[in-house]
Structures are given as structure tokens and as C-alpha cells.
């Protein structure tokens, strides 16, 4: 009787448990092996490749094995070629819906690009980027043509770029029309363009910011083609170009072949006008134009001799700074600068014209001494006071580059008296015999408030070099002057450091050679070279990089942009590739690696 009583309370648990798992619907099984498949396209409405396709009133569906969402329709789901209006989508039960806004043109392919905007409900597991073609005439168009685009400074690729293909070939028109054919890059600038005609196009790239389906000029990226494109490769099954490949798989992902390589830059705004002003130092002012090459008539403070005045232009001529030189001068809080010239008008023309600047001096901030006196706080007597016309200059001294650059000095303002005989520098050997050496005190050719003092002779690893500035050998405009500053900065031994020597050949005209880091944003070592030359990289920390080349033609030391409706190509900017084919550069501890570079071949 008793194990029978047992027997009926531990069926009656069972149970208990048995319904309340029943009952929790809303909790997943635990345990059990996490969802990692894609959806899976079970049917398509209607089939792919549809001809006669009706050019109002139709619709495409894709039904799914299971629920699925729609992630950034805007920026991932776009019909090629594109209409004002974008595409409507919606989720239907276990199906994606898509409606046109607007008619259809006659006799036309069309594809709509699913990207990577579907994924399942529950884990988001992606749907591969689908394509579905379709076409209101007879027949679909069957061409492709595969390219990459990316930055023309860094070369990196750039992700949601639109590529166009115009079958009208006037540049102008890209702001007015959509493509004949879109397509858009992926995570590495790879684009494929699909469902063309064996015709000539002209093949224009924007960063199309706004979503619109046209470039905006001065505002958004472009890049193009110099020659008309005419492609004539079929698409087929199988096409290395339309492989799905996982953007994380970096290898497959940069192994895709393609036609075309386009470089984005945005352009030079062409409409001049006073852009900006502003007074950040009492005895400063600086004044930007919306164009370079600005053209100036006449210019002056009110009631302010010219002669008292240093007025210095960038190389581009669109940002001009001005200095009141003249240390005895007393300056208003407000001064009127009148400037006379041509600025661009409302018909798009350059008329001379007469403006009125009004810089108005910045409120100066409260000192230490100011916030002490206001709160009553007592200076302690340890503290140190600076002295109120100090100069404060700030001296650079990197030892990977102290051979290339020497000593960097950064002004605070426009020194206008420079002592230079009082300038010394000294070196001392690792078995402390020291030498006075010889240098060059030179200034930036483009910043007004850098100088370099540099070695003339040769810089010897294991040495300290200290640069001794006496005090009052710099006075600025405001008649500030430098106290005493001793710099010292020692040679690293090079037995763990790098080292990498170019034999540059080919040389014709200006270039511009720099040492990056892996990921090309930051650039660790510069030469500028005229000529063939064999420039030396020392003290390098081991690790990755790359060798940029810019081809400074003009020799203005920047990087010059382009020009669409000029067809002018921005300056071109390559990478040094190793005999391998690859571009990264591995430097290993103590490694010495010496490598040729012909400008000709990388600029053919």
C-alpha cells in the first residue's frame, strides 16, 4: 500500500512537470544546437528572368522556408536602373513582397538587388545577396562588367559606393539622370554590373549620400572611367564575378577578378565667395574662399597701413591668413577688412565685387592668476608662475626621424625676429666624447609656424644629439620672447629595429614617397624626390606596412583632386608591390630588406 502511495506521487510530479513544460511555450529548449542556416528561397513569384514583364500593377515575391526580416531597406534593396521613387517591400507571412511606385519604362531589363538586407527571424542568420532580373520587353540583356572603387589618397576600398553606366555620354547629365545601369560596392569596393547590352556606356561612381540615385557635385565622392565602356562578357552559371563569398573571407573576397578600377575624390567647388572668417588670435585673422584661385583686386584693413600687415595665401589659394606685424601697434577689438574681388554671382559668372569682413577678437581666458585673485585662493610658494610674454614653443624630436626632419619647432604665433647664430647643437658619442654639429635652420614650405633645424651631416645610431635654444632667441608679434630650452634625443642602437632601402628608378617629374602603417591612415615616414634616388627608412619597429607613391607632377607637395566635367583624373597615388604581388611589407627585428621601385611600371 505504501509503495503504491510512493508510486502515485512520483507519476504525479511527472506530470506536474510534464504540463508546466508544455504550458512554457515562450522559453526555447535549452541545450539544443543554435539555428546557423540561412533561409532558404523556396519559390519565387514570378520565376526569375520574366520577359513581358507588366509595367504597372506588378510585384515580386520571394517566399522563404521560414520567417524572415528586412534589415535597411534603403540602404541595401535599390532597382537598377533606379526610379525617383524606391521600391516598396513589405513581409508577408514567410514571404518578402516588393511593389513598384512607378511605371516601368517599355522594353527595358531591370534587376532588383537584395544585398544583404534579408535575414531569418529568430537567429538573423543573412540570406545571400540576391539578385532578381526581370524585364518589360522580350528579351533580357545579358552582359556584365566587374570592377573595384576606392579612395584615391588611402586606395582602401569603399563599401555603398554607386556605380552608374550612362548610355548618354555627356558628364553633365549625371546630376540630372539615373544610370541605365546600377550597381553598388561591397564591404572591399568590389561591384558587379549586371544585365547590360554589348553597347558603349559612360561609367561614373558616387558616394551617394543622400539616396537619391545622382551626384551631387562638391558635396559627395565621384570617381570615372577615362574611356567609354563596352562590355562583352556574357553572363553565365558558375562566373567567378557572381560567386557568393562571405565579406569576412578576406582572401576569396580580394581574388574576385574584375575589369575596372575606379578612384573617388570629391571635387574643388568652383563658386567663390567668402566661405569663412575668423580672429583666433588678437594680432591673426584667416579668411576662406569656397574656390582655390581666388582672384583679389584690392585688400586692407581700415585704417591700417599695408605695410604693417603679412598676408600669406595657401598653395591652393582658397585660404588666406593675415598677421599684424608690427609690435607696436595697438589693435582694436573689432577691425573692418575690405576685400575686393571676384566672386561668383547668381548666373554662375565671376563679377568684381566689393565685401566687408568684421573680425572681432576672441575673449581672452582667464589665467590661473585670474581664477586666484576672483576666488581668494593663496599662491602657494612652490608654485611656478609663467612669465606673461613667454613664448611657448614647442619642439619636436621624433629619433626615427630626427635624421630626415631634424627638429620640428612649432610657434604659437608668427615669429618675426630669429636669432639663429644663437642656435646650438651638440653630440655625444656612446663613449662620451662630445661635438658641436652642424645644421640648417630652414622654414615649412607651406606651414608659416614651422621651422626645422636640420643636420648636414650624417645622424649615427647609439649617439645623443641635444638642440640648446638660449632664452630670447625667438620673439614673436606680440613681442614675446622664449626662455632656455634644451632638447636631447638619442639614436636608438638599430640590433632590434628595421631598416628598408628603395632603389627608385623612373623617375619623371615630382613624387611624393611614404612609409604607412598597415591600414594606410597614418603615415610614418615622407621623402619628396625630384629625381632617381635611393631613400633610406631607418629605425623601423617591426611590423606591417606599406609603401605609397603620389605623383606630384605640379610639384606642389599635396595631393591634387580631379575633376569630372574636365575629365581630369585626380594625382595618382600607388602602392610599391613586393616581386610576390603583394603590397604588405613585413619587417621582422633587425631585418634589412632592400627593394627596387620603377616609377614607370607602377605608373603605366
Same mark, same amino acid.
Given at each position: ?43 519565387? @513569384? ?74 531569418? !527571424? ?5 540570406? %545571400? ?68 547590352? !554589348? ?33 562583352? =562578357? ?20 580580394? #581574388? ?5 578600377? =575606379? ?56 585660404? =588666406? ?19 575686393? %574681388? ?10 568684381? *565685387? ?48 630626427? *635624421? /630626415?626632419? $631634424? ?31 652642424? %645644421?640648417?635652420?630652414?622654414?615649412? #614650405?607651406? *606651414? ?13 645610431? $647609439? ?36 631598416? @628598408? ?39 623601423? /619597429?617591426?611590423?606591417? %606596412? ?40 613585413? =619587417? ?17
Amino acid at each position: 500500500m505504501k509503495t503504491n502511495k510512493i508510486l502515485a506521487s512520483i507519476l504525479l510530479i511527472a506530470f506536474i512537470a510534464a504540463a508546466n513544460s508544455c504550458a512554457n511555450t515562450s522559453t526555447p529548449p535549452s541545450g539544443g544546437p543554435k539555428d546557423t542556416l540561412s533561409p532558404v528561397l523556396l519559390k519565387v @513569384l514570378p520565376d526569375s528572368n520574366k520577359t513581358n514583364f507588366p509595367r504597372s500593377g506588378g510585384k515580386v515575391e520571394l517566399r522563404f522556408n521560414e520567417y524572415v526580416v528586412i534589415k535597411d531597406a534603403v540602404k541595401y534593396i535599390y532597382l537598377s536602373p533606379p526610379q525617383k521613387k524606391m521600391l516598396e517591400t513589405k513581409i508577408k507571412g514567410k514571404s518578402v513582397v516588393v511593389t513598384f511606385p512607378e511605371e516601368l519604362d517599355s522594353a527595358v531589363t531591370y534587376s532588383i538587388n537584395f544585398s544583404s538586407s534579408i535575414s531569418d !527571424n529568430n537567429e538573423g542568420n543573412p540570406f %545571400y545577396p540576391y539578385v532578381y532580373p526581370f524585364s518589360t520587353g522580350a528579351m533580357i540583356d545579358t552582359m556584365i562588367q566587374a570592377g573595384t572603387v576606392m579612395n584615391y589618397k588611402t586606395l582602401l576600398p569603399i563599401e555603398n559606393v554607386v556605380v552608374g553606366y550612362y548610355k548618354n555620354l555627356v558628364d553633365s547629365t549625371i546630376s540630372k539622370t539615373y544610370p541605365s545601369v546600377m550597381a553598388k560596392s561591397d564591404k572591399w569596393g568590389y561591384f558587379v554590373a549586371r544585365y547590360l547590352k !554589348n553597347t558603349p556606356y559612360r561609367v561614373i561612381a558616387f558616394k551617394d549620400d543622400n539616396n537619391n540615385n545622382l551626384y551631387d557635385p562638391g558635396t559627395e565622392l565621384v570617381g570615372f572611367l577615362d574611356s567609354l565602356q563596352t562590355p562583352n =562578357l556574357p553572363l553565365t552559371k558558375g562566373m567567378k564575378e557572381t560567386e557568393y563569398i562571405n565579406v569576412k573571407d578576406t582572401l576569396k573576397a580580394l #581574388s574576385r577578378p574584375y575589369e575596372n578600377v =575606379l578612384y573617388m575624390f570629391k571635387e574643388v567647388s568652383g563658386v567663390q565667395f567668402i566661405k569663412d572668417s575668423k580672429r583666433p588670435q588678437r594680432r591673426m585673422s584667416y579668411i576662406t574662399f569656397g574656390a582655390p584661385g581666388v582672384r583679389i583686386d584690392s585688400m586692407g584693413f581700415r585704417g591700417i597701413d599695408s605695410s604693417k600687415v603679412l598676408s600669406q595665401f595657401n598653395i591652393t589659394r582658397d585660404s =588666406l591668413v593675415l598677421w599684424i606685424k608690427d609690435t607696436l601697434l595697438v589693435v582694436p577689438d573689432t577691425m573692418n577688412f575690405d576685400i575686393k %574681388y571676384y566672386k561668383t554671382d547668381s548666373l554662375n559668372k565671376l563679377v568684381l *565685387e566689393k565685401e566687408t569682413v568684421k573680425l572681432i577678437s576672441v575673449t581672452k581666458k582667464r589665467t590661473s592668476e585670474d581664477i586666484r585673485l576672483s576666488t581668494g585662493k593663496v599662491k602657494k610658494s612652490d608654485d611656478k608662475e609663467k612669465r606673461k610674454d613667454l613664448l611657448e614653443l614647442r619642439v619636436e624630436s621624433e629619433p626615427s626621424m630626427i *635624421e /630626415q626632419i $631634424g627638429y620640428k619647432l612649432v610657434f604659437p604665433a608668427l615669429p618675426v625676429k630669429i636669432k639663429v647664430d644663437s642656435i646650438k647643437v651638440h653630440s655625444l658619442s656612446p663613449k662620451g666624447i662630445k661635438s658641436e654639429e652642424e %645644421y640648417t635652420f630652414v622654414k615649412d #614650405s607651406v *606651414e608659416n609656424l614651422w621651422y626645422y633645424v636640420r643636420f648636414k651631416n650624417k645622424v649615427l645610431p $647609439g649617439y645623443t644629439y641635444t638642440l640648446s635654444i638660449p632664452e630670447k632667441t625667438f620673439t614673436d608679434v606680440y613681442k614675446y620672447t622664449n626662455d632656455s630650452i634644451s632638447v636631447p634625443v638619442m639614436l636608438p642602437n638599430t640590433d632590434k629595429l628595421a631598416q @628598408l632601402t628603395l632603389n627608385i628608378t623612373g623617375t619623371n617629374g615630382s613624387h611624393v614617397v611614404e612609409l604607412t602603417n598597415q591600414t594606410r591612415d597614418k603615415v610614418l615616414r615622407t621623402y619628396k624626390i625630384l629625381k632617381d634616388a635611393v631613400l633610406v627608412f631607418p629605425y623601423i /619597429q617591426p611590423g606591417i %606596412y606599406n609603401i605609397r607613391i603620389t605623383q606630384d607632377l605640379n610639384g606642389n607637395g599635396i595631393l591634387d583632386t580631379g575633376s569630372l566635367l574636365e575629365r581630369k583624373q585626380p594625382e595618382m597615388v600607388r602602392l610599391v608591390k613586393l616581386p610576390n604581388g603583394n603590397s604588405l611589407i613585413e =619587417l621582422k627585428e633587425g631585418m634589412e630588406l632592400e627593394q627596387s621601385v620603377n616609377l614607370k611600371e607602377i605608373f603605366k
